[in-house]
């Protein structure tokens, strides 16, 4: 029943009883005790405690172990896979992929820890990066194991510590990937694993920390930016969803096109911070036949558990996830939107949902919200310009894509969206790790993450070096510097 690690001692929780299942409830998967508060200021402690000394060891000796913990990844990586694909209820192809990406994260780190974090010399003057100090990590349950590994990964290469807090959905993940840093030789103390809801997020905010590194939705990241408001030495990168545009114009290879949108909208359950949540349809001759398109292209989709042949979907994340997308359904077309393929649960479970796609063109004021689960809202306009204003009319910034065979409507595309993360002629729902990944406005506050982690994970100083004092004193004349008595 060992719930929380502190110094790389497993000890039981002191809070309450917290139970992660499979989304369709059919299997439990954990059932423990949650971290106490006093728990996590010990785990703080620990985490604090251990730090400087990670801090100073050699950077090749920190790399050799983080190489190791991508080792271990690749060895383990069914067995992983199998964890997050349980909990999460991805579809094991996905899992696996994921999985994938925590171990190539490594290599990747390293490189931008180099680039972005090391240190240069140039005649008199220097730069150097330090580590923070104690980094909070928050991850989300829609990437269980390689969200947070992405903050992670950078924040251990620049010789801070960590003090871990999953998401509650998505425990057991987060104790299969601690405990491979365990395996790796990371030493005691540099990784801590607390676990529970709300109320122990807010006590490790409150702690004694020198950063947070959180990927979430933007309500809890605001609560956070609000728990640090006068604090500005605390290191906080938040990572946020989106209301995510997709822009369909001049198409002429209407079946790529179709496709192009059911992975933007629909993989992972439209569960990524990246899907497309609103389809811009610029109106053509192909506008119907794209639509329809799409429609064919939803009916072919397999959904459902790894028991059955390669599903294209598993479930969303729980029951009360899958009762909230309904409710939106129903309220929009209430509003006046146009069924053009309704959402619909396809077992009694509730949680295996069939891809909706609304026309909400007549509808007025929509919630500028993310509905974070397989629903498309259509809109239609007359042209580019009115399709990117559209696009742009969010408080969220992270993800749009547009496709197109005009090259003059994907530049004016590039210049003018405002996201952070864009695709031309390919899905939103992905992106490089090889690139930053973040957004404006409501999806982020100017900390990218991905290659661009390394920022965020250390901080600069600038160095003036001169000769020595003998032959310093012969360029700095005391005698004659103005106003001195």
Known sequence: ??????????IEGEGYELVSSTPDESQVLWQK???????????????????????????????????????????????????????????????LTEVGAMANKVAISIKAQDERAG?????????????????AVFGPFNFPGHLPNGHIVPALLAGNSIVFKPSELTPLTAEVTVKAWIKAGLP????????????????LVKSDIDGVLFTGSYNTGKIIHQQLAGKPEIMLALEMGGN???????????????NTLLHSAFLSAGQRCTCTRRLILVESENSDVLIEKLIAACNRIIIGNNNQQDPFMGPVINRSAAEKLLQVQEELLSSGAQ???????????????????????????????????????????????????????????????????????QEKFRQHIKAGVVSVNLPTAGASSELPFGGVGASGNHRPSAYYAADYCAWPQAISQGDSTKNQAQNIDLENVRGLR
């Open 119 to 135: 240190s240069r010399t140039h005649n008199n003057f220097s730069l150097a990066h330090h580590a923070h100090g104690v980094m």
């Open 1 to 10: 029943m060992y719930s929380t690690l502190i110094d790389n001692e497993w």
């Open 188 to 203: 005691a103390g540099v990784i801590n694993l607390i676990q529970g809801a709300r109320e122990v997020g807010e006590a």
């Open 244 to 258: 995510n545009a997709f822009i369909a114009s001049q198409v002429e290879d209407i079946e790529l096109a179709a």
């Open 339 to 409: 069924a053009l393929k309704k959402m619909e649960a396809v077992d009694e479970t509730l949680v295996y949902l069939s891809p909706g796609i609304l026309d909400v063109s007549n509808v007025e004021n929509i919630p500028d919200d993310e509905y974070f689960g397989p629903l498309l809202q259509v809109y239609r306009v007359k042209d580019i310009d009115e399709a990117i204003k559209l696009a742009n009319a969010t408080r969220f910034g992270l993800a749009a894509g547009i496709i197109s065979d005009n090259p003059a409507e």
């Open 33 to 95: 005790t949650t971290s106490s508060t006093q728990q996590v200021i010990k785990a703080v402690a620990s985490a604090k405690a251990a730090q400087y000394k990670w801090a100073n060891t050699p950077l090749p000796e920190r790399i050799k172990i983080i190489e190791k913990f991508a080792e271990i990844l690749n060895a383990e990586k069914n067995e992983i896979a199998q964890v997050i694909s349980q909990e999460n209820g991805k579809p094991m192809w996905e899992a």
